[in-house]
């Protein structure tokens, strides 16, 4: 089965009124996102993970260990990992759903206290990787941070909200400043309506 790259649920230049530009979505989405998809269509062939779902393709190669890892996991979890990321982001209104924003003070104190939280674990993240709120296998909402393509797939939890912090994502933008580049996804870019439906 061979995977696609999906289009932009927006235009290229919708975000860039919020901080991400259209160079970046022009880089990231149509140059980046497109090698993992190529890449994976072009390992998959004749492997036992052909006929499989993205989702098993992520699960069964990251539990495959390191050989598998070096190919088609990486391409696989970065595909999933995109095609995440551009669903969590969006222009116009971000006012966050009610119940959300219940689950997020339950959880962590106060919707402020997330967003602090969420963005010291992605600032914390050493190189290349992505900060992550999930939904643990006990329902219970985390933040987590992981290296390189690995996602909350790989440890059974639901990825509610997912932020790229490879170079490639903020440094058109935000050269060196990763914080504030996550600072500016929390504030401006997130389509918490869309998070919201994942819970």
Same mark, same amino acid.
């Given at each position: ?26 880089y ?37 260990g390191?050989?598998?890892q070096?190919?088609i ?12 990321f ?7 209104e ?10 997020l003070?339950?959880?962590?104190g106060?919707?402020a ?6 963005a ?38 639901t ?15 935000? =050269?060196?400043? =990763? ?18 439906? =994942?819970?």
């Amino acid at each position: 089965m061979a995977f696609t790259l999906p289009d932009l649920p927006y235009a290229h230049d919708a975000l860039a009124p919020l901080g991400m530009s259209k160079e970046t979505l022009e880089y990231h989405h149509d140059l980046h996102h497109k090698a993992y998809v190529d890449n994976l269509n072009r390992l998959l062939i004749a492997s036992e993970y052909e006929a499989m779902s993205l989702e098993d393709i992520v699960t069964s190669t990251y539990q495959a260990g390191a050989v598998a890892q070096n190919g088609i996991f990486n391409n696989a979890s970065q595909h999933w990992n995109h095609n995440l990321f551009w669903e969590i982001m969006g222009p116009g209104e971000k006012k966050m759903p009610g119940e959300l924003e219940l689950a997020l003070a339950e959880s962590f104190g106060s919707v402020a206290k997330f967003k602090e939280d969420f963005a010291a674990a992605g600032a914390g993240q050493f190189g290349s990787g992505w900060a992550w709120l999930v939904k643990d296998k006990d329902g219970a909402l985390k933040i987590t941070k992981t290296e390189n393509g690995v996602n909350p797939l790989c440890f059974g939890q639901t990825a509610l909200l997912g932020c790229d912090v490879w170079e490639h994502s903020y440094y058109i933008d935000f =050269r060196n400043k =990763r914080p504030a580049y996550l600072t500016n996804f929390l504030e401006k870019l997130v389509n918490w309506e869309a998070v919201a439906a =994942r819970l």
